[in-house]
């Protein structure tokens, strides 16, 4: 039997969505074939269950008994409209329309068939994980998150400890405050994020690295500048997988919900992380932390920009977070 996946990205839902692969290979005992977008193949590398990743835009000539179709819009639709397959699962063209085979997840999305006012009400009302809304709409067993570090990511992650001087001993604790820039209020702001640094060094005497991405090299470079202690700078320009190898360096990571909340889940870190706009209910932790959220009725609200004030951000308190890094240490 061969089966395909169809998860394009963003990098964090293809890495969340690893979690499907031990159920389906327990179920089916199939070839998985998984199609990507380039920037986010390395994700997918050295995963046992996957034997043969697919890069979007590559053609694929070969007939599918399974094709689980998981992309929401237009550009999934049609990869799966120039597919052979025998059976699908997941999203799909009827003629112009895009349609879906029975599933609460999509119920809950933009192409839900009852209408994006009761997918909003549905979405904020869900109490169950992505892991268990797909899994139910496959039928299969809930799994892991699963991310297999490289010699090579194993390497850098030893030579930048070593670089500054990380030891065994050492608590080290994370913080990836920002998310990108799709919902603002994902992310703590500079000042909230200055004051927790201080205030952990001040309470645990850690090495505390500071993480972000491309997009985050202003932003962090303030922090870096306005802390009162040497925190360290792990730089904004890693490569996806020496990010995820200098995330499996600290004990503790502080963060949003964003792709670095997946990584740390699938290497197993203690986690602190805190939620906005976007819904708690749909992570699943596995035990490893705790979910930090203002008690707001608006929560879950998926608004790119918010004029509430004050806003769920501003209602995140520096010490609930310190206090929820002690519990974990």
């Excluded at 700078?233 to 996806?240: I, P, Q, R, V, Y």
């Excluded at 909340?261 to 992570?283: D, H, N, Q, W, Y």
């Excluded at 009725?297 to 920009?305: A, G, I, R, S, T």
């Amino acid at each position: 039997m061969k089966i395909l996946i169809i998860k394009l990205g963003a990098i964090g839902d293809v890495l969340r969505t690893t979690s499907i692969l031990q159920g389906l290979k327990e179920k089916y005992n199939a070839e998985v074939w998984w199609l990507v977008k380039e920037n986010a193949i390395d994700i997918l590398k050295n995963n046992n269950y996957i034997d043969k990743i697919v890069v979007f835009g590559d053609g694929i000539k070969e007939e599918f008994d399974l094709v689980i179709s998981l992309e929401d819009n237009m550009e999934g639709c049609e990869i799966v409209s120039k597919l052979k397959y025998k059976n699908i699962i997941g999203v799909y063209l009827e003629g112009n329309k895009i349609k879906y085979t029975p599933s609460e997840w999509f119920d809950m999305s933009l192409i839900s068939r009852f209408g994006k006012e009761k997918a909003d009400k549905l979405k904020a009302k869900n109490k169950k994980t992505y892991q268990q809304l797909i899994s139910e709409m496959l039928d299969i067993k809930p799994g892991e998150i699963i991310l297999n570090l490289g010699e090579n990511e194993k390497k850098i992650a030893k030579e930048f400890a070593i670089k500054h001087d990380i030891i065994k001993e050492d608590l080290v604790i994370g913080l990836n405050t920002s998310a990108g820039k799709r919902w603002q209020l994902k992310k703590l702001n500079i000042a909230k994020t200055v004051e927790l640094a201080n205030k952990l060094n001040e309470d645990f005497k850690a090495k505390i690295i500071l993480f972000g991405g491309k997009k985050e090299v202003e932003r962090n470079k303030k922090i870096v500048e306005n802390v009162n202690f040497n925190i360290i700078d792990a730089g904004c320009n890693n490569s996806l997988l020496d990010f995820a190898a200098l995330i499996n360096l600290c004990n503790v990571i502080v963060t949003s919900d964003s792709l670095a909340l997946m990584i740390a889940i699938a290497l197993k870190r203690k986690i602190v992380c805190f939620f906005g706009p976007t819904s708690i209910s749909e992570i699943e932790m596995y035990g490893l932390g705790k979910k930090i959220f203002p008690k707001l009725e608006c929560l879950c609200c998926y608004k790119k920009e918010c004029d509430k004030k004050p806003n769920c951000m501003d209602m995140i308190k520096v010490e609930e977070i310190v206090d929820a890094v002690k519990g974990l240490v």
